[in-house]
T-cell receptor, first 116, second 112 residues
Framework: NAGVTQTPKFRVLKTGQSMTLLCAQD?????MYWYRQDPGMGLRLIHY???????AKGEVPDGYNVSRLKKQNFLLGLESAAPSQTSVYFC???????????????FGSGTRLTVV | TQLLEQSPQFLSIQEGENLTVYCNSS?????LQWYRQEPGEGPVLLVT?????EVKKLKRLTFQFGDARKDSSLHITAAQTGDTGLYLC????????????FGEGTQLTVNP
């Protein structure tokens, strides 16, 4: 039972390069999320999706795009990477609102991205 | 300004000591969760509290949700080195659907 799988685990990009972070979940969760984690700032929501084919902006969406073509996959894209996007990126998934949300979010193990 | 303020940010104690971590807000939450994160891994859910005044115990960890559902605390009794990690509180506001708002976290180090 894999849970939430993120690829790659590490990546170094040059300023201006593009890349896509992949997230896959096998728990049939409806909702999926992308967060970034920076020292002293906690986890900040970038984008999220409440179902296949739908996406929405979170707190810090600028410079990122997302797609959810299949229920189990959520992709995060950086079109033109900047040093300010150096961070650890986490994907998470959950059931819908209500009592089932009390099972919490399931997180992947993260992607450490450095932009030089 | 963080919606959820955690204190302290850093805590270093000796094995066997007790500790309390606080999570405070001016907003009301429909539920509040605590996660623990170890280096190189994502956060893992410890507990969810949903009722004002609720107390939940998980072995040596005691979680409490404030009566007004604006704050929470995590108390660890007789800390062990295996308790070392980043503890995060996260809340669901009644107006935010499923989206969790996270505190900055408390980095706990338990020394042998």
């Amino acid at each position: 039972n894999a849970g939430v799988t993120q690829t790659p685990k590490f990546r170094v990009l040059k300023t201006g390069q593009s890349m896509t972070l992949l997230c896959a979940q096998d728990m049939n969760h409806e909702y999926m999320y992308w967060y970034r984690q920076d020292p002293g700032m906690g986890l900040r929501l970038i984008h999220y999706s409440v179902g296949e084919g739908t996406t929405a902006k979170g707190e810090v969406p600028d410079g990122y795009n997302v797609s959810r073509l299949k229920k189990q996959n959520f992709l995060l894209g950086l079109e033109s990477a900047a040093p300010s996007q150096t961070s650890v990126y986490f994907c998470a998934s959950s059931f819908r609102t209500g009592a089932r949300l009390n099972y919490g979010y399931t997180f992947g193990s993260g992607t450490r991205l450095t932009v030089v | 300004t963080q919606l959820l303020e955690q204190s302290p940010q850093f805590l270093s104690i000796q094995e066997g000591e007790n500790l309390t971590v606080y999570c405070n807000s001016s907003s009301v939450f429909s539920s509040l969760q605590w996660y623990r994160q170890e280096p190189g891994e994502g956060p893992v859910l410890l507990v969810t509290v949903v009722t004002g005044g609720e107390v939940k115990k998980l072995k040596r960890l005691t979680f409490q949700f404030g009566d007004a559902r604006k704050d929470s605390s995590l108390h660890i009794t007789a800390a062990q080195t295996g308790d070392t990690g980043l503890y995060l509180c996260a809340g669901v506001r009644e107006t935010s659907g499923s989206r969790l708002t996270f505190g900055e976290g408390t980095q706990l180090t338990v020394n042998p």
